[in-house]
């Protein structure tokens, strides 16, 4: 048999060598396409719930709200199991599928179930689908930060940066004192300008956030002076929705030429809201500022996040499921790197964490133990 193998390959060694040539470019072709991973993923197929409604306990939040998702998805088909947990004002509902399902249209049939019991959700609950991904998504973590002021350089003052006094100027013209203020627009800098561009990457689900604070323009009323004047707090909320709205009016024609005419009635500044007139007595407007203290504030937060004992913001890129984690930790390293030339001065994203360099290093690892092995065998 052998004998005949190697007669007729001597015939035809051109053919043979072909053959070879063949084999050999789609072994290397294939190899660009394999997908390499250091941790095969074996997550099932599932979706994630995930309601939010601020006011309920734990208690409330399982009856009103998780026992409601848990029993509008039974019947689901391909469906195979729920799980769920319940806490303070946040509630996750997991919806497991057979492995076969395709995942888009499993999350169409959890959307179109959800919709039948939005109307009989508590007033203020929200419910939505979390992103495609699982939990070893987490490709690629970033932290955004303030360079000290030895690295960047002090910009003179009224531009960008840090100043020579030791507050920082922001582009639109705010001065940050203090480390809470700077906290604040770290937070302001990740949501507005990283988040949206990273979500942009091929292959990435979502981007989360965690560290800083949400900025929030508070408004704490003077409940003495209300009473005094027999206003409530609602009287102050509905003043301010009626201030903080743009009016369209038309458009006037002239000489053939339309101009629209629009009122433009948005708050664009803190002290704008301190000026909305709440009522009036005798004549007198009540504003805003007589009624309440208006200041910046922030969102209450349950986390944060340092890096070399300083405060920072981690940002977390999700990969799709079914991706390829080298991929696309290598693109959206690639976008950190355009992202930071938009920054404003002295605030830099660094890498953290790059999925890259572990399955770089496992190909490594893999490579050198086979090389050896054969070694030892021949």
């Known amino acids: ?3 005949n193998v190697l007669a007729v390959s001597i015939r035809n060694r051109w053919l043979v060598l072909l053959l070879t040539t063949v084999g050999c470019a789609l072994g290397v072709w294939s190899l660009h396409k394999l997908p390499i991973d250091a941790v095969p993923d074996v997550t099932n197929n599932q979706v994630q719930i995930n309601a939010f ?15 409601q998702i848990e029993t509008i998805l039974a019947g689901t088909p391909t469906l195979e199991y729920t799980r769920s947990f319940s806490r303070n004002g946040f509630a996750q509902v997991t919806a497991v599928f057979n492995d076969k399902t395709n995942i888009y249209f499993a999350r169409q049939q959890v959307n179109e179930r959800l919709q039948e019991i939005r109307q009989s959700l508590p ?7 979390g992103p495609i991904s699982t939990g070893l998504g987490e490709v690629y973590w970033w932290a955004v930060e303030y360079e000290p002021p030895q690295i960047a350089p002090t910009q003179p003052n009224g531009k960008p940066g840090w100043q020579s006094d030791g507050s920082y100027l922001t582009p639109e013209g705010e001065f940050l004192q203090n480390d809470f203020e700077r906290a604040v627009y770290l937070r302001t800098v990740q949501d507005w300008i990283i988040r949206p561009q990273m979500r942009a990457v091929p292959g990435i689900a979502g981007a989360d956030a965690i560290g800083g604070y949400v900025k929030q323009y508070q408004i704490a009323p003077d409940a003495i002076k209300l009473a005094a004047y027999g206003l409530s707090f609602d009287d102050i909320v509905k003043a301010v929705q009626a201030g903080n709205a743009s009016r369209g009016a038309s458009y006037i024609e002239r000489n053939g030429e339309g101009y629209v005419v629009r009122a433009g009635g948005r708050i664009e500044k803190l002290s704008e809201i301190s ?7 005798g004549g007198t407007p009540l504003r805003v500022r007589d009624l309440a203290d208006v200041t910046i504030g922030r969102e209450l937060r349950t986390g944060s996040a340092s890096m070399n004992g300083g405060e920072v913001v981690l940002g977390t890129a999700l990969m799709l499921v079914g991706g390829i984690s080298r991929t696309v930790s290598a693109a959206a390293a690639a976008k950190i790197e355009q992202i930071n030339a938009t920054l404003p001065p002295g605030i830099v994203a660094k890498t953290v964490l790059n999925r890259t360099q572990l399955v770089d290093a496992t190909i490594y690892t893999v490579a050198k ?3 050896e092995g054969a070694v030892f065998v021949i």
């Open 53 to 67: 409604a601020p006011s309920l306990t734990p208690v409330e939040m399982e009856k009103q709200i998780t026992f």
């Open 369 to 371: 133990n086979l090389l």
């Open 123 to 129: 007033p203020g609950a929200e419910v939505k689908l």
């Open 1 to 3: 048999m052998i004998a």
């Open 275 to 281: 000026e909305i007139v709440v009522s009036t007595r």
